[in-house]
């Protein structure tokens, strides 16, 4: 088993529509929850990330965690055509390093 | 203020032959990553860095050599490239501190055949 479970996609949506993007883990020590954007042909970027469970709402973008179950979440509220980008989970143990885990990312496109 | 630079932009090796791939960074940050992105398998840990003069082992470093001789730049080498090597390479930078987010190059595009 993958410790980071992500559908690839391809998702696509019509703009405005309301977007969730998933991902499941096995390891129960992780304690942050990062997520990546990348655009095509451009290094990820950190969008946001959580810590331990819960959410956290930046402008558009919710981020979801259930230790629970092992589930993270992203909503987009109100897609955008420059949303089109792949979403990378990256869940973390915490700690200066920085060893990420990734998911393989799931590919979104916003159709105007 | 660039971030994190990588060197080329793209590459095409033959089998057998060598190369090393530049990464340099101006954020003054002390960690340093390369990571291979391939489809379906997501991005990867070659090796880290957590300070000049050191490095260290990630989840595949098989076939590749890192150095950092200076605090800003971390090289990747390929001794002997091989087909299964052809990937797409990012070079990462972090502070160090306990949630940091790694600042990504935009990557070196390699094909071996």
């Known amino acids: 088993q993958k410790e980071v479970e992500q559908d690839p996609g391809p998702l696509s949506v019509p703009e405005g529509a309301i977007v969730s993007l998933n991902c499941t883990y096995s390891n129960s020590a992780f304690q942050y929850f990062m997520w990546y954007r990348q655009y095509s042909r451009k290094g990820p970027e950190l969008l946001m990330y959580?810590?331990?469970?819960g959410n956290k709402e930046d402008g558009r973008f919710t981020a979801q965690v259930d230790k629970s179950s092992k589930y993270i979440s992203l909503f987009i509220r109100d897609s955008q055509p420059s949303d089109s980008a792949t979403y990378l989970c990256a869940p973390d143990y915490g700690g200066a390093t920085n060893k990420l885990i990734f998911g393989t990312g799931t590919l979104l496109a916003v159709q105007p | 203020n660039a971030g994190v630079t990588q060197t080329p932009k793209f590459r095409v090796l033959k089998t057998g032959q060598s190369m090393t791939l530049l990464c340099a960074q101006d954020?003054?940050?002390?960690?340093m990553y390369w990571y291979r992105q391939d489809p379906g398998m997501g991005l990867r840990l070659i090796h880290y860095s957590v300070g000049e003069g050191t490095t260290a082992k990630g989840e595949v470093p098989d076939g590749y050599n890192v150095s950092r001789l200076k605090k800003q730049n971390f090289l990747l080498g390929l001794e002997s490239a091989a087909p299964s090597q052809t990937s797409v390479y990012f070079c990462?930078?972090?502070?160090?501190?306990?949630?940091?987010?790694?600042?990504f190059g935009n990557g070196t595009r390699l094909t071996v055949t």
């Open positions: 954020m003054n940050h002390e960690y």
């Open positions: 959580t810590y331990s469970s």
């Open positions: 990462a930078s972090s502070s160090g501190a306990a949630v940091s987010a790694l600042h």
